[in-house]
């Protein structure tokens, strides 16, 4: 099955700076990778998302980038602000049905500090 | 709004009891998933539901069941609960198109003494 490696766990930066996390899969035939945030004690909720034709993709202050040849995709966080503390999960669409399931890394807890 | 819930939002429960976590989405959405959040292990994905009377089972799927009777529910059913389960729960769905986002509910605290 697919397997989702994300490093790296903890990443502290200051306010300003850029933020870079990074995953790793396993499964070639995975096609759509999203990335989520989880602010403290909410749920989940979609950030970004790319499909696996598509090299990069930006949204305002945030980019995501896949190599498909190497199979690992990242995500770039510009400028930060306090508001972007949070955890962020990658994931990875694994086709074990007609549909796929969603395939989670470990989570990255992200400390921005004023 | 459209949206997709989760009861109880709080719960303990104690070693051996038969427990149901619910899960209600207005979407009409016909993928349905439940994950569990423990630290250190992110979201694992513990059965999952492509229509009405599909289940299957995820990668941490022992000791839970899921049954899908119609496209707005699926809940989770613990048969035995055990200590390890003591977790916080996500359902979540989505659209039947590919590569859709999926939306989390707003979670279940499950605590088992």
């Known amino acids: 099955g697919e397997n989702v490696e994300q490093h790296p766990s903890t990443l502290s930066v200051q306010e300003g700076d850029s933020a870079v996390i990074k995953c790793t899969y396993s499964d070639s035939a995975s096609n759509y990778f999203p990335w989520y945030k989880q602010e403290l004690g909410k749920r989940p909720q979609l950030i970004i998302d790319?499909?696996?034709?598509?090299g990069e993709k930006k949204d305002q202050r945030i980019a995501v980038t896949l190599n498909k040849t190497a199979k690992h995709f990242s995500l770039h966080i510009t400028e930060t602000q306090p508001e972007d503390s949070a955890v962020y999960f990658c994931a990875a669409k694994h086709y074990g049905g007609s549909q796929g399931n969603l395939i989670f890394g470990k989570g990255t807890k992200l400390s921005v500090k004023p | 709004d459209a949206e997709i819930t989760q009861s109880p939002r709080h719960k303990i429960t104690e070693t051996g009891r038969q427990v149901t976590l619910a899960c209600h989405q207005t979407w009409n959405h016909n993928n349905m998933f439940w994950y569990r959040q423990d630290l250190g292990h992110g979201l694992r994905l513990i059965h999952y539901?492509?229509?009405?009377?599909?289940?299957n089972k995820g990668e941490v799927s022992d000791g839970y069941s899921v049954s899908r009777s119609n496209t707005e529910d699926l809940p989770l059913t613990l048969e035995s609960a055990a200590s390890s389960q003591t977790s916080v729960y996500f359902c979540?769905?989505?659209?039947?198109?590919?590569?859709?986002?999926?939306?989390f509910g707003q979670g279940t605290r499950l605590t088992v003494v």
């Open positions: 790319i499909r696996s034709n598509v």
């Open positions: 979540a769905s989505s659209a039947t198109v590919v590569n859709t986002e999926a939306f």
């Open positions: 539901s492509y229509g009405v009377h599909d289940t």
